[in-house]
C-alpha cells in the first residue's frame, strides 16, 4: 500500500480542485446576479423615457388643439359680424327688387338682383351654420365662406341694388316726361291714366287725414307727395326730380320723397347710421308743397317758416322722429349724425343746433360742403 508524500500529495491537489471549483461557481452566480440588476435598472429608464415622449407629446396636441379651436371661434365671430351686415343689405335690397317689377327697361338688372340676393343669402346660411366634425368616412363638405367671401356677396347685392335703382330712375322719368307731354296737348282732355296711382292714392289719405284731423282739431303734419306738374319753385318740385326714400314713411304712411341728389345722399347716410346703429333712421317728414307750409304756418304763427321759404319745400330738409331719448341733442345718435352726415352732404344748421335760435334736434338739411 503506497503512504508518505505520494497520499500527501493526492490529497492537497483533491483539495485545491474543490476550492477552485466553489469559487468559479460562486462567481459565476454573482455574475448572473449582477446582469440581472444592470437589465432591470436599464428597462426602468427606457419606460420613463416613453412616459416623458408621450406626455409631451400629449402637451403639444393639447395647445394645437386650443389653438385651432381659438382659431375657429375668431373665424366665427367675423363670419357672423359678416352675415349680420350682408343681412342688412339684403334687406335693404328686397324691396327695391320689389318695387321695381315692371318699372325698368331692361329686366336683366332686376335678375342679376334676384341672383345677387340669392347668393348671399347661400353664403349667410352656409356661414351661420354651426361646424360639425365630419364623420371621417363622409364626402368633402362645401367650404363655409370666410368673413371676406360673404362681404365680398354683399357688395355684389348693393352694386346691382344701385343699378336697380338707377334703371327704374331713368324708366320714371320717362314715363313722367311721356305723361308731362301728354298732359299739355290740347288733345289730351281725357283724363289721363297715372303710372303713380299708389302715390296718388297716399295723397288723398294725406288729404283724408288732414280732414280727420281739422275735425278733432289736432293738426296732423305728413309728408307731401310731390306732383308731375310741379314748376321746381319751393313747395312745387316736380315728381321727376324727386326720388323715393326705401324704407320708412310718414305717420300716416304717406312715402318719403327728397329731391334725388339729396336722397342719394340720405341713402348713404343711412347705411353707414344702420351699420353703427343697426337700424334705419326713423324718418318723420321730408317734403313739404306749399298748401302745407300754409297749414302748418296758420297753426303755428312766427313759430313756422314763411311759406315758400322751408328747405322742406324744395326737398333738400328732413326730420328724424322727435323722440328725445333717441335722437335728442344728448343722444349718441344725435352727436353722431352732427360729425357723420356731412360726410353725405347732409348737417345739422347753427339755427337749430341746442344753443341755436330755433333748436330743433330733429331737422336736418342738405347741402354738400357745410358742416353747420
Ligand atoms: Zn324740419
Not at 3 to 8: H, K, Q
Not at 78 to 87: G, L, M
Not at 228 to 246: E, T
Not at 253 to 272: E, I, V
Request: with cysteine.
Amino acid at each position: 500500500m503506497r503512504t508518505g508524500p505520494a497520499r500527501r500529495l493526492l490529497r492537497t491537489s483533491v483539495a485545491s480542485v474543490v476550492v477552485l471549483v466553489v469559487a468559479g461557481a460562486t462567481f459565476a452566480v454573482v455574475q448572473v446576479r449582477a446582469d440581472h440588476t444592470a437589465d432591470a435598472r436599464t428597462t426602468t429608464q427606457r419606460a420613463d423615457e416613453a412616459d416623458a415622449t408621450q406626455a409631451a407629446a400629449r402637451a403639444a396636441a393639447a395647445l394645437a388643439d386650443e389653438a385651432r379651436r381659438a382659431r375657429e371661434a375668431r373665424l366665427a365671430a367675423e363670419n357672423a359680424a359678416a352675415a349680420t351686415t350682408v343681412q342688412g343689405q339684403v334687406a335693404t335690397a328686397e324691396p327695391v327688387l320689389a318695387a321695381s317689377e315692371g318699372k325698368v327697361d331692361d329686366e336683366a338688372v332686376r335678375q342679376a338682383l334676384a341672383a345677387a340676393i340669392d347668393a348671399a343669402r347661400a353664403a349667410i346660411t352656409v356661414a351661420t351654420v354651426p361646424a360639425t366634425p365630419p364623420a371621417p368616412d363622409a364626402p368633402d363638405a362645401p367650404d363655409a365662406p370666410d368673413a371676406p367671401a360673404i362681404l365680398a356677396a354683399g357688395t355684389a347685392v348693393d352694386t346691382a341694388r344701385v343699378a336697380v335703382e338707377a334703371a327704374q330712375a331713368t324708366w320714371q322719368q320717362a314715363t313722367d316726361a311721356a305723361a308731362s307731354a301728354a298732359a299739355k296737348k290740347p288733345s289730351a282732355a281725357r283724363p289721363q291714366p297715372t303710372p303713380r296711382s299708389s302715390a296718388t292714392d297716399l295723397a288723398d289719405a294725406a288729404a283724408a287725414a288732414k280732414v280727420k284731423a281739422a275735425a278733432g282739431g289736432v293738426p296732423v303734419w305728413v309728408t307731401s307727395v310731390p306732383t308731375a306738374d310741379g314748376d321746381g319753385s319751393n313747395g312745387h318740385m316736380p315728381l321727376s326730380s324727386m326720388c323715393l326714400i326705401r324704407w320708412g314713411t310718414d305717420q300716416i304712411g304717406s312715402p318719403q320723397y327728397l329731391r334725388c341728389d339729396a336722397a342719394d345722399g340720405l341713402r348713404r347716410l343711412n347705411d353707414a347710421f344702420r351699420g353703427r346703429f343697426g337700424e334705419s333712421l326713423a324718418m318723420d317728414l321730408t317734403y313739404r308743397s306749399y298748401d302745407e307750409q300754409v297749414r302748418i304756418a296758420a297753426y303755428y304763427g312766427a313759430l313756422a317758416a314763411a311759406p315758400g321759404t322751408s328747405s322742406h319745400g324744395l326737398g333738400t330738409a328732413l326730420d328724424v322722429q322727435e323722440w328725445p331719448s333717441v335722437y335728442g341733442f344728448d343722444t349718441e345718435r344725435y352727436s353722431w349724425l352732427v360729425a357723420t352726415a356731412p360726410t353725405y352732404g347732409w348737417f345739422a344748421p347753427t339755427r337749430v343746433r341746442e344753443a341755436g335760435a330755433y333748436p330743433e334736434y330733429w331737422h336736418y338739411e342738405y347741402d354738400p360742403g357745410r358742416t353747420s
